[in-house]
């Protein structure tokens, strides 16, 4: 980029990726890679913190001086799904390709962040209003952003959610929907498949899908989880089942599940002998940016500088945007790694994107110390 040196380092940061993914930290377990990350920050000169949630789980945040107002927090998330193999969930590398549990979603972002602030702050450049959060609990609950907005509140903010690195400046909905039927227990032999709880949990399933295929394609949906009592040779008396739906920013939220709940009651109005439930455990509503702003400014700018198309994309998944942006913040999806590449037992991103992440990271740190934003 003309006028203007790398400053981040590619060795201490395949370094410090390869540390944490090697640490197992499913959602809820994030102990050992916080004490390691807070180290970490410390030896470099940052100024961490914790900030405390419950039990021996925090945030890790690095603030700016106490007098500057933070107008653009840097969010990675330091949890991981559970592993499909504890016995081989390490690191790994091919040539320029990473792999291992969490390499994509996202311990690459997280790394390139912290790489970021590192090299910002050992070139002792201006003091700017960024932060740096490093939350837990993304891939559960969403507990550490629930945390991080309950004591500060910001305008804007990255977060390093894989979108190979094209700048996501709009989210999906999400809904998490629980449903339950009840049956009639009975000896396997006399099975009645108006009785059997599995039996119309499948025929209301199946009325859910033709309803989405039909009326709204748009929406992608996920059997998340399906399973039933168990209780030996028998009939069993209920069953239960979570799914996941995924909606465009602008899909009516509450039509759809207002219609979503009238399909399951008409499927089990028509069978008087099973009784159901049926729940939305949780809505978060998507959004869409428009491509203006000073944050967006300046990351157009250093994505001019570098060579880099502009090329806008919309993020598909449930990530911590969503409650980041019923707080009243404008936040932009852009990290290292594929989505595709996420939550599967293959997960990997490339290092050089990863080093691409850092050194964009840098640059709006650089950007905001210029004055520009």
């Not at 060795?11 to 390869?18: A, E, F, P, S």
């Not at 549990?101 to 390139?112: E, P, R, V």
């Not at 157009?300 to 570098?306: E, M």
Request: charged share 25%; with cysteine.
């Amino acid at each position: 980029m003309a006028n203007r040196k790398e400053i981040i380092r590619p060795k201490r940061l395949q370094k410090l990726l390869r540390k944490l993914i090697d640490i197992y930290s499913p959602s809820g377990k994030e102990e050992q890679v916080l004490a390691f990350l807070q180290n970490y920050l410390k030896k470099h000169g940052l100024p961490v913190q914790r900030q405390d949630l419950d039990g021996n789980r925090y945030n890790l945040l690095v603030l700016p001086a106490r007098e500057m107002d933070v107008q653009l927090v840097f969010i990675g998330h330091v949890d991981t799904v559970m592993a499909y193999d504890l016995e081989n969930y390490g690191y790994k590398e091919d040539g320029n390709l990473i792999m291992g549990l969490g390499s994509a979603d996202m311990k690459g972002g997280c790394a390139a962040m912290v790489e970021a602030f590192v090299a910002f702050r050992e070139n002792d450049l201006s003091p700017v209003p960024a932060a740096l959060a490093l939350v837990v609990g993304e891939e559960e609950e969403g507990d550490g952003t629930n945390r991080l907005i309950e004591e500060y509140h910001f305008p804007w903010a990255i977060i390093g959610e894989p979108t190979n690195m094209r700048p996501c400046l709009s989210h999906y909905s999400y809904l998490e929907i629980q449903i339950r039927t009840y049956g009639k227990q009975m000896h396997a032999s006399l099975a009645s498949r108006k009785q059997n709880a599995i039996e119309v949990m499948l025929h209301s399933v199946l009325q859910l899908s033709q309803y989405l295929d039909s009326k709204r394609p748009e929406v992608v949906y996920n059997i998340r989880d399906l399973f039933s009592s168990r209780t030996g040779f028998v009939v069993p008396d209920r069953s239960e089942a979570w799914l996941d739906l995924h909606l465009p920013p602008s899909s009516p939220l509450g039509e759809i599940a207002t219609d979503l709940e009238e399909v399951f009651n008409r499927s089990w109005q028509e069978n008087p002998l099973v009784n159901g439930n049926f729940r939305i455990t949780t809505i978060d509503a998507g959004y869409e940016l428009p491509a203006k702003g000073p944050i967006i400014k300046a990351l157009r700018n250093v994505y001019t500088r570098r060579g880099i198309p502009w090329e806008i994309e919309v993020f598909r998944s449930h990530s911590d945007a969503n409650q980041l942006w019923a707080a009243g913040v404008k936040p932009i999806l852009l990290g290292a790694g594929r989505l595709e590449n996420a939550h599967i037992p293959e997960e990997s991103v490339s290092f050089r994107k990863v080093c691409l992440a850092a050194s964009i990271y840098s640059d709006i740190l650089i950007e905001m110390a210029s004055k520009d934003v």
